[in-house]
């Protein structure tokens, strides 16, 4: 048998996905220990996030930009680098920061940043003997505690929603890709991300009625379900 050496570029997005909605269904089964819960709350999160970095980058690696130009564009923050995606690829076309889709997903960079880039927050006990409650700061559009200890798999759950929210938006909205068209996109595994074919990850049907049943829309990307 003849050898040949095939070359593809693997961006993870499928890997991204998989692990945050494994780590939030467990996180969300009421069998698994509180302190682990949370563990797989916050692991689940910053997956979501990475998901959305992951996208922003795919979009910019797209646009085939000369090396100082990509090297310019790659230092800004992921909304900026969706907004200068649609500039860039399409007429009149930007992010509309006041919708409640952007307004999540700024919500969720400034956690993520607090995460990465921890200061001390400051916790205002109320105790009773040697026992005590305390009220954490919540964000305001989404209600996700600002200090990490404070989440659970409540918070990985908003994250979720808000971050397939703002992906839906993004490519079904303003690009106005198809859900074939978003999956050749982000699953490439070409050199430059496009419409060739893809490897379509498959998940459970059974996955996707427990997503649909918490208001995760996962249909803006072709998915296969078995």
């Known amino acids: 048998m003849d050898k040949r050496i095939e070359i593809s570029y693997e961006r993870n997005f499928d890997t991204l996905l998989f692990d945050s909605i494994d780590m939030l269904l467990h996180s969300l089964d009421a069998d698994v220990d509180f302190d682990f819960?949370?563990?797989?709350?916050?692991?689940?999160?910053?997956?979501?996030?990475?998901?959305?970095?992951?996208?922003?980058?795919?979009?910019?690696?797209?646009?085939?930009?000369?090396?100082?130009?990509?090297?310019?564009?790659?230092?800004?923050?992921?909304?900026?680098?969706?907004?200068?995606?649609?500039?860039?690829?399409?007429?009149?076309?930007?992010?509309?920061?006041?919708?409640?889709?952007?307004e999540g997903i700024k919500e969720l960079k400034k956690l993520r940043d607090g995460y990465v880039h921890m200061k001390p927050h400051k916790v205002i006990w109320e105790m009773e003997g040697d026992s005590g409650r305390a009220d954490m700061d919540k964000t305001a559009l989404l209600g996700i505690p600002k200090n990490p200890k404070g989440w659970d798999e409540n918070s990985a759950l908003k994250t979720t929603q808000a971050v397939h929210a703002f992906l839906k938006y993004f490519f079904r909205v303003k690009c106005k890709y198809g859900p074939e068209r978003v999956g050749a996109f982000l699953l490439s595994e070409s050199k430059v991300p496009g419409s060739d074919p893809y490897p379509i990850p498959l998940f459970y049907k059974s996955t996707r009625k427990k997503l649909m049943e918490m208001g995760v829309d996962l249909s803006y990307i072709k998915l296969a379900w078995a």
């Not at 709350?41 to 910053?46: D, F, Q």
């Not at 990475?50 to 646009?63: G, M, R």
């Not at 310019?72 to 649609?86: A, M, Q, S, T, V």
Request: proline residues 2%; hydrophobic residues 40%; glycine residues 6%.
């Open 37 to 102: 819960r949370q563990t797989l709350g916050r692991s689940s999160m910053l997956n979501s996030i990475l998901l959305l970095e992951l996208s922003a980058n795919t979009c910019i690696e797209s646009l085939e930009l000369e090396g100082s130009v990509f090297n310019e564009i790659d230092r800004l923050p992921f909304l900026g680098k969706f907004d200068f995606f649609l500039r860039t690829k399409f007429r009149n076309r930007k992010l509309e920061r006041g919708v409640v889709e952007v």
